[in-house]
């Protein structure tokens, strides 16, 4: 079973116009890590935030912006008037501490597109 | 900054080839992992390994093989390429433990004809 769903598989917006990115996930575990990564065209994988489960309280870094919601098992992450250099694919991933290791299990991604 | 650097951009190989792909950390993380990248799939694990001369097995280790003799470096060999193995390989470093991000390398593009 996918850990990891992220329905979207392409989104196109105008720049300026705010955009979220949906991640549902699958675990027992009670103790787990969400993260969001960025892959620009240039194809290099780019960490953007960790959250774990116990801490739900919502995280702002300027025109990004996490919801995490235990209650939907959702982390979803908006961007704030979009700009062209957004445009990528951005990947939501899972990691579970109860196998000691920080293996990610990811999502499929979300391919954005910012049309100047 | 982390340092994740891989052999090659892009490689073209024929099949029944032996392939070397080579991924070099810098920050003297004890993991290292080898992702391969394909449309609609995301990234799906290949191998990993949490010390020297240490490897597990991913999601999809059939066909390939690794190798880790030293700390900061990890090879991901392919023994007889074949064409299904065209794909995008990332590889990845990071420190023990659930909470620890991965680094990323800029991935190498494989095509094998």
């Known amino acids: 079973a996918q850990k990891v769903t992220q329905a979207q598989t392409e989104i196109s917006v105008v720049e300026k116009e705010d955009v979220t990115l949906d991640c549902v996930y699958e675990t027992r575990d009670t103790t787990y890590y969400l993260f969001w990564y960025k892959q620009p065209p240039s194809g290099e994988l780019v960490f953007l935030i960790r959250?774990?489960?116990?801490?739900?309280q919502n995280e702002i870094s300027g025109r990004y912006s996490w919801n995490f919601q235990k209650s939907t098992s959702s982390f979803n992450f908006t961007i704030t008037a979009s700009q062209v250099v957004d445009s990528a694919v951005y990947f939501c991933?899972?990691?579970?501490?109860?196998?000691?290791?920080?293996?990610?299990?990811f999502g499929t991604g979300t391919r954005l597109t910012v049309i100047p | 900054d982390v340092k994740v650097t891989q052999s090659s951009r892009y490689l073209v190989k024929r099949t029944g080839e032996k392939v070397f792909l080579e991924c070099v950390q810098d920050?003297?993380?004890?993991?290292m992992f080898w992702y391969r990248q394909d449309p609609g799939l995301g990234l799906r694990l290949i191998y990993f390994?949490?010390?020297?001369?240490?490897?597990e097995k991913g999601d999809i280790p059939e066909g390939y093989s690794v190798s880790r003799e030293k700390k900061e470096r990890f090879s991901l060999i392919l023994e007889s390429a074949s064409t299904n193995q065209t794909s995008m390989y990332l590889c990845a470093s990071s420190f023990g433990g659930a909470l620890n991000e991965q680094f990323f390398g800029p991935g190498t593009r494989l095509t094998v004809l």
């Open positions: 991933a899972l990691s579970e501490a109860r196998t000691g290791a920080n293996n990610l299990f």
């Open positions: 390994s949490y010390d020297v001369k240490m490897k």
């Open positions: 959250r774990n489960s116990f801490d739900e």
């Open positions: 920050m003297d993380h004890e993991n």
